[in-house]
């Protein structure tokens, strides 16, 4: 269907691409993050996420080659990642479903994703509010791409939950972060 209440929340740049999501203010539509030519700025495809999370933030991990969204909902953060060879290869078209994540994690030590940036051999998540609750928590990554992470059970179902190995306080007002190798601005 199409939907007229998309709004768009978050910015990731490759060497090929330009990728922005989005969400269904109204919650009637899955997420999605649009695909752009980095050469043309031509509109490329549709990416249809698996649900309606608000996907505040996007992180392309240039060594692995992942894109990292923003997810979860309801006080339960999440880092989802979608390989590249899956996104190039994915055509909604065809399959007429979401694509497939290639990991999830739930993120223990904050409440909401609200951005995102990729930092050597880590994400870096960040959660505003307008109360002045603001923080800045670093997810470490090992060499393979993957989060550090623990394997729990809840009820009958297992997930794979991280912390952070670094937190910060900061102002509510900051709504992304990027990192150099020198510097974070």
């Keep these: 269907t199409t939907c007229t209440s998309m709004t768009p929340q978050g910015m990731a740049v490759t060497e090929d691409y330009i990728f922005i999501s989005a969400y269904c203010h109204t919650k009637q539509h899955n997420s999605v993050i649009l695909m752009l030519s980095r050469h043309t700025g031509s509109f490329l495809k549709e990416i249809v996420l698996p649900d309606t999370s608000?996907?505040?933030?996007?992180?392309?991990?240039?060594?692995?080659?992942?894109?990292w969204v923003s997810g979860g909902g309801k006080g339960k953060a999440r880092a989802v990642a979608y390989d590249m060879e899956t996104i190039e290869?994915?055509?909604?078209?065809?399959?007429e479903r979401p694509i497939r994540k290639s990991q999830d994690y739930l993120l223990e030590s904050i409440e909401r994703n609200s951005y995102m940036s990729y930092a050597p051999n880590a994400l870096l998540i960040g959660l505003f509010q307008e109360?002045?609750?603001a923080t800045l928590q670093r997810f470490a990554m090992d060499t393979a791409g993957r989060l550090n992470s623990t394997v729990k059970l809840s009820g009958d179902r297992l997930y794979e939950a991280v912390s952070a190995d670094v937190l910060a306080e900061?102002?509510?007002r900051i709504q992304s972060v990027m990192a150099t190798e020198k510097n974070m601005l």
């Design 54 to 67: 608000h996907v505040g933030g996007l992180a392309y991990d240039p060594v692995n080659n992942n894109l």
């Design 131 to 133: 109360n002045g609750n």
């Design 170 to 172: 900061t102002s509510h």
């Design 89 to 95: 290869a994915y055509d909604f078209d065809e399959t």
